[in-house]
């Protein structure tokens, strides 16, 4: 099979035999173990947890280690890239900064009131508000719904899928107690309000989250926020 | 707050133009039956208040609408952001209220 994998500005062609339940990350492995050894890529659990073998094939952004060859190989073969949207250390290989970055700016780090000496919180786990919680709670940070997004492309400053969808979990969680000002920190002009709806997010999640519905979560919170001075 | 401000204005005139659209399209396709001069049109529209209100609220609706539809695209398209694309927008806006006013007024007087 041929396998073109973009370095730098460049494509290098590489020649990987077929195996059967191979994926995208063994046709990679193959590469830097057989056939030359300076090829940069990054992984960990080969198993679909850490989310840190994302790439693009055939110009989708995806999990390698969850990507079977035989499901997205063409006829001319495989052609494998970095994630878009973020800076490229080396070769397949982006720096996260950026987009882990952002989840800060959309104030994605969970602000409680109680201490450790106190009782846990009683969250019913039937509750709308948890229920919204759940529905996005699962992101690994995986970054590929931020490479599929055509508004982050357009508009660097974007906060992106992933940090908003982080920021609406916060929203809904009874026990958060800065969410005015997250939705402050959302609502500015590379906030919520820039998503397009285009739904790239949502069509590529590896574990089937919708940002998208996140982000609508978002919009409507900011606005209810914003009606009653609170914004 | 300006965000969101932004985005409330353009739902709100997007559910006023959604019904402004479909009475216009309906009056159009009724109108037309059987033929349509200049005088016919302002036959109906001279002096009828409740013409100029519906068209008033038409033109100011899309007055809003445009110009925050036009904001991201001239900021992606272009990269024209900053406090000349605002002033651009604004002049925009107001560039369509006095035309379509005018028009409206045209009719109506």
């Not at chain 1, 492309?153 to 009874?174: F, H, I, M, Q, S």
């Not at chain 1, 999640?205 to 926020?225: E, N």
């Amino acid at each position: 099979m041929k396998v073109l994998v973009q370095r730098g500005n460049s494509l290098q062609e590489f020649e990987v035999p077929r195996q059967p339940s191979q994926t995208v990350l063994d046709v990679v492995t193959y590469i830097q173990r057989k056939l030359d050894p300076t090829l940069a890529y990054r992984f960990a659990c080969r198993v679909g947890m850490c989310g840190s073998c994302a790439m693009t094939v055939n110009g989708v952004p995806c999990w390698t280690c969850r990507t079977h060859v035989d499901k997205v190989a063409r006829a001319d073969g495989l052609q494998i890239g970095p994630l878009k949207n973020l800076p490229v250390i080396r070769d397949l290989v982006t720096d996260m900064s950026q987009f882990f970055d952002k989840w800060a700016l959309a104030r994605g780090q969970f602000q409680g009131a109680k201490s450790r000496r106190d009782d846990f919180e009683k969250v019913i786990p039937a509750s709308q508000d948890r229920k919204a919680v759940d529905a996005g709670i699962e992101c690994i940070g995986c970054a590929v719904c931020y490479s599929a997004c055509n508004v982050v492309a357009a508009n660097p400053a974007y906060l992106g899928p992933a940090a908003l969808n982080r920021a609406w979990t916060l929203v809904k969680d009874e026990r958060s107690v800065d969410v005015p000002d997250r939705l402050r920190a959302v609502a500015g002009d590379a906030g919520c309000h820039a998503c397009h709806t285009h739904m790239d997010c949502t069509e590529r999640c590896p574990k089937h989250l919708s940002p998208t519905a996140a982000i609508a979560g978002l919009k409507r919170a900011t606005a209810k926020a914003a009606l009653k001075g609170k914004l | 707050m300006t965000q969101t401000a932004l985005w409330l204005a353009q739902r709100v005139t997007a559910a006023i133009l959604a019904v402004c659209v479909v009475v216009h399209l309906a009056t159009i396709i009724y109108a037309v039956q059987g033929g349509l001069t200049a005088a016919e049109i302002l036959g109906r529209t001279r002096g009828n208040a409740a013409w100029l209100g519906f068209y008033s609220v038409f033109v100011i609706a899309a007055a809003i609408h445009a110009p925050i539809g036009l904001r991201p695209v001239l900021g992606e398209w272009l990269k024209w952001r900053g406090i000349s694309r605002e002033v651009f927008l604004v002049f925009f806006a107001y560039t369509l209220l006095w035309l379509g006013l005018g028009a409206v007024i045209g009719v109506f007087a």
